[in-house]
Structure formats: C-alpha cells, structure tokens
C-alpha cells in the first residue's frame, strides 16, 4: 500500500468562472491538504480524499472573497471546507485518466468526473519520490447551493453557472 501527501508549496487549487458572459474571473484555494493511497506507484485503484478551506479562497480581490465566503455562496462560517473524494479512476490513455468522484460544497453531495494527466512520477534532488497530475473538470455552482445571481441591463447573467475546478497536484510519496 502506497500513500502519497499532497505537496502543498507545489500544488495549486484554482476555480475559473465567466464574469458578465465576457471573461473569467480566477479564484485559488491557498489552504488545501490531501492524500492519495494506492496499492501500486500509479493512479490503477487509487482513492484520492481533497479537502479545501473555503476561507482560504482568493481572487485577488477582498470585496469579493469576502462576498464568496458570506451565506450568499459558500457560508464558510458553516461550512468551512470543501471535500472531493476519488471512488474510483479509469484510464484513458498512458498518462490520461478519469477521476470518478464525489464532491461536497454546502452539504451537497453529487457525482463529478474530472479528467487528469499524470505527469510523471521522479526522485527529486532530496530523495523524495514525487507524483505530478493535472486535473481538471465542471460543476454547475446552482447544484451545489451556490445560488447568488445577478442579472446585466442587457439580461445576462453576472456569474455564470458554470465554473471549471482546475488542480495541478504534486504529491510525495510518504
């Protein structure tokens, strides 16, 4: 049984979302931890357990972040993390995989499948093993209670329902 511990100086947990249907607005997740456990050196029958702080979260703008983490979205104040467990992974490809996952934002729970590239496994200068994946893949924020809408003049919307979850992990191997 391997067990690999998310690298935290060397991973990153984004969110990218439109803004007035015009462009897209970046969000990271500065606090996260995580841990994946494997009976082998690769992603075949691995479990994948991510928990993000919902207080952590920056988009480089204080107004906002203090808006996403208020009841109108996240409430952080009651429900401070995020937590995304892989069940379940198929290969694709050499280096390509699906993570079959479940998600909880707010106490909701749903199913969502995101794609990752393995980028290698090496032995870094240190002597630790390390393990690099990208991962990426869509939820529908109203799903998950994330309901805060605004419509435009012109009657689009000014955050859109869709929003891509982006991760690029690195993890050591423990």
């Not at 391997?2 to 500065?30: C, M, P, R, Y």
């Not at 996952?101 to 093993?129: C, H, M, R, W």
């Not at 924020?141 to 689009?156: I, P």
């Amino acid at each position: 049984m391997a067990t690999w511990n998310i690298d935290k100086a060397h991973s990153e947990v984004q969110f990218k979302v439109k803004h007035l249907v015009i462009s897209t607005v970046t969000g990271a997740f500065n606090d996260f931890d995580g841990q994946l456990v494997s009976d082998s050196d690769n992603l075949e029958g691995a479990k994948i357990n991510l928990d993000i702080d919902v207080n952590s979260i920056d988009t480089k703008n204080a107004d906002r972040d203090g808006h996403l983490k208020s009841p109108d979205f996240f409430a952080a104040a009651e429900f401070p993390k995020i937590v995304i467990k892989v069940d379940s992974i198929t290969k694709k490809s050499a280096d390509e995989y699906v993570l079959h996952s479940k998600v909880n934002i707010k106490g909701v729970e749903k199913p969502v499948d995101f794609n990752a590239e393995l980028g290698g496994i090496t032995v870094d200068p240190y002597g630790q093993t390390k393990m690099g994946l990208e991962v990426a893949g869509k939820i529908n924020r109203q799903e998950f209670g994330l309901t805060w809408s605004a419509v435009t003049e012109a009657g689009g919307l000014v955050v859109s329902d869709d929003v891509k979850l982006v991760g690029n992990v690195q993890f050591v191997k423990a």
